[in-house]
């Protein structure tokens, strides 16, 4: 039923996909199904089927804050990154939600359009940032937006920023079964060459002080009253290791995959970690990224 819709919408999709190629941590099975709208459209189009038909699905933009499980899923992964129009008008700049955030940087340099010079250091898609409120430097994304485009399920509906009760990480997304779909954000105009040098030396931090040229989610645990990496660095917990899964030796944040980890490892590593911080310090860490299962 699903390859025929997909079909007769000219939907690309792809069967038997191991998720591993589509996150940045690098573990998990394959997925049932992947499927890549190209358009707003198209994302609206399979959503609403996968509701119709009673079809579980899971929306994956970057996958860079995502873990997937070593026994797949046996669902519909939506993967939104072909759903990547960007369009500028004066200061404010529209994006489709699969935009990667990668392209957005690189188009604020072309357009002068600054306040968003941290985007550069924040892998993924623009709708994956929005969801979880991704930041760094001090900004994050819930200084940028201006409203969102979400369907609902039933219909298409804007969200401004306020309604989208961004706070630490998280936003309203996290808690609705919604898809977004176009963001609208906000800058001021900045010189192009100030824009560039910021964002390279933001890049040149980054680089010094996180594991970026490895595989992994980013930082795996939110920050309490105290930053989640210096209790786990605290704990002498850097380095650890369960298989090929490790507490990276560069940001006790970080689990990094070595090389042919599996989900498995990784998740024990975040358990060990938790284990021993609470143990140590009584502190619960919560996890920041997500796991896919
Ligand atoms: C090396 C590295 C460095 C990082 N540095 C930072 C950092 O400095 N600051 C920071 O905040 N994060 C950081 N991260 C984490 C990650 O990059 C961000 O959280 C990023 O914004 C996730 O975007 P994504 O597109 O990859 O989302 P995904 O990982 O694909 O998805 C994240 C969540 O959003 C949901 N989602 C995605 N798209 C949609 C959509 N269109 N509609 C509805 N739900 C959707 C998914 O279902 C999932 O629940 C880092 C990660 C890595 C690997």
Redesign the pocket.
Known sequence: MLENFLLKNKIDFVMNKPLSTLT?MGVGGKAKWVVYPKSRSQLVLVVKFCRQINQKF?????????IACDKGFDGVVIA?TKVSKTKRIFNTVLVD??TPTAKLALNLQKWGLGGGEFCC?????V???V??N???FGKSFSDLVQKVWIFDGQKVKVLTNAQCLFDY?TSI?QFEN???LKIQLKFAPKSKKRIKEEMQSLKVYKARS?P?MCR????IFRNGSQPSAKLIDKALLKGYRINKAQVSVVHAGFIVNLGGAKASDVLDLITHVKTVVKEKYGVTLKEEV?ILK
């Open positions: 940045s899971y929306l994956l933009g970057g996958g860079t804050n995502v939104t939600a699969g250091c924040i892998p993924g898609t709708g994956g940032a969801v979880g991704a930041g760094c990480r997304f919604w898809t977004l996180q970026t992994s989610s980013g930082c997500r």
